[in-house]
């Protein structure tokens, strides 16, 4: 079983509609959560991060994290083509320095 | 804030040389820095972790003489691709996280390294 997974997609979506991008951990002992962005050819970039349950809000962008189920989504609202991308789960286990556990992504296609 | 930056952005060298790649926080002091490889159409692979004034710690499988880092300042590390070789070819990130929690990490705009 991988640390993180996140289902690969692509996740197709229509323009205006909401987006939701799951991702589970196995570690229970994990502590922070994040999401990032990267376009073809880009490096990643740091879109929402979130340490407690519930849920996190920052413009069209909703974090989830259920730390008893072990699983944080991301959903974007109002989905528009420049939102397509890979989305990638990282997670912090808090005792190895800082390093991120990442999943292989999910490839968003936001059709106009 | 938070602004990492990578020198240089693609670089094209012959089998058998070295190939320096910087990154520097441009606005905050990173503790920790991190070196990631990513293939085509695959995620990041972490290679190493850099804690200024240390030695690196490398992930299992990566050759810590052949990808030399160093992390001489609070605002910059250095990744050497020593002796590189095609199947090196790849876009090298890097990350850099202030030093206190909440463990974000912020990236660089990469390095495509090709080499032929």
């Known amino acids: 079983q991988k640390e993180v997974e996140q289902n690969s997609g692509p996740l197709s979506v229509p323009e205006g509609a909401i987006a939701s991008l799951n991702c589970t951990y196995s570690?229970?002992?994990?502590?922070?959560f994040f999401w990032y962005r990267q376009y073809s050819g880009k490096s990643p970039e740091l879109i929402m991060s979130?340490?407690?349950?519930g849920d996190k809000e920052d413009g069209r962008f909703t974090a989830q994290l259920n730390k008893a189920s072990q699983y944080v989504s991301l959903l974007i609202r109002d989905s528009q083509p420049s939102d397509s991308a890979t989305y990638l789960c990282?997670?912090?286990?808090?005792?190895?320095?800082?390093?991120?556990?990442f999943g292989q992504g999910t490839e968003l296609s936001v059709k106009p | 804030g938070a602004v990492v930056s990578q020198h240089p952005s693609w670089v094209i060298c012959k089998s058998g040389t070295s190939v320096k790649i910087e990154c520097r926080s441009l606005?905050?002091?990173?503790?920790?820095m991190f070196w990631y490889r990513q293939f085509p159409k695959q995620s990041l692979m972490l290679m190493a972790t850099?804690?200024?004034?240390?030695?690196?710690?490398?992930e299992q499988g990566v050759e810590k003489d052949k990808f030399l880092i160093n992390h001489a300042s609070l605002t910059l590390s250095t990744l050497t691709v020593t002796s590189a070789h095609p199947e090196d070819s790849s876009f090298y990130i890097c990350?850099?996280?202030?030093?206190?929690?909440?463990?974000?990490?912020?990236f660089g705009p990469g390095t495509r390294l090709t080499v032929t």
């Open positions: 990350s850099a996280r202030p030093g206190t929690v909440p463990y974000e990490q912020y």
């Open positions: 570690d229970r002992v994990s502590q922070s």
């Open positions: 979130i340490y407690s349950n």
């Open positions: 990282a997670v912090n286990k808090g005792n190895q320095g800082g390093k991120l556990i």
């Open positions: 606005d905050f002091q990173a503790t920790t």
């Open positions: 850099s804690n200024e004034g240390s030695k690196a710690t490398y």
